[in-house]
């Protein structure tokens, strides 16, 4: 059965950072692209990030470029999302999914002073 | 970042037929195709139909997608309350090198 289950959200002050974390399991890791999509409350689903099999090819939406980071360790089955420079439109719960064919049930961020 | 274009809401009545749509352009949809989604509040979303139109095993035939030109469809026959959700189309975007998501449609069920 495929897992996904993330990780490291919570409450931040804008301009902080956090480093959510994906554990993936019940399937060969190294084998999917691997996506980052995210839920403001309320609202619809944005796609955020993702990246191809082997970690060589990232691809990230125009509101986070430059400030957010995708990354995989295949070795640790394990998905990152590196979230610097936070703004309060970034606040939402933060899903990852492999190949959009199976779901992690989200980590939240909330972007507040 | 242009997204796709789906209505807000849609109405059906009990066993009906619902047909959702969603609009995009040459870049995305038109050669990309389009994925789609289920997502009941409070849940993640559920996977109906890949890029190809492919429909995963676990999902009911009562779900088909299918594409003509730009416009990407989801098809749902004999509505039944547990199809009372939110559904999202998804392509990728070749200009954009991004995906790009549809802002959602609510389907209520009569």
Redesign the interface.
């Known amino acids: 059965e495929v897992q996904l289950v993330e990780s490291g959200g919570g409450l931040v002050q804008p301009g902080g950072s956090l480093r959510l974390s994906c554990a993936a399991s019940g399937f060969t890791f190294g084998d999917y692209e691997m996506h980052w999509v995210r839920q403001a409350p309320g609202k619809g689903l944005e796609w955020v990030a993702c990246i191809t099999q082997d970690g060589s090819a990232k691809y990230y939406v125009a509101s986070v470029k430059g400030r957010f980071t995708i990354s995989r360790d295949n070795t640790k089955n394990s998905l990152y999302l590196q979230t610097n420079s936070l703004r309060a439109d970034d606040a939402a719960v933060y899903y990852c999914a492999k190949d959009f064919d199976s779901w992690g049930q989200g980590t939240p961020v909330t972007v507040s002073s | 970042?242009a997204g796709l274009t789906q209505p807000p809401s849609v109405s059906k009545g009990l066993r009906q037929t619902a047909t959702l749509t969603c609009t995009g352009n040459s870049n995305n949809v038109g050669n990309q195709g389009a994925?789609w989604?289920q997502?009941h509040q409070g849940h993640?979303?559920?996977?109906l139909s890949?890029r190809n139109n492919n429909r995963?095993s676990e999902i009911s035939e009562r779900f088909s997608a299918s594409r003509s030109g730009n416009t990407a469809s989801l098809t749902i026959t004999g509505l039944q309350p547990e199809d009372e959700a939110?559904y999202?189309c998804?392509s990728w975007d070749s200009s954009?090198?991004?995906?790009?998501?549809?802002?959602?449609t609510k389907l209520t069920v009569l």
């Open positions: 970042q994925a989604l997502q993640p979303p559920k996977l890949s995963p939110d999202y998804a954009l090198s991004a995906w790009v998501f549809g802002g959602g």
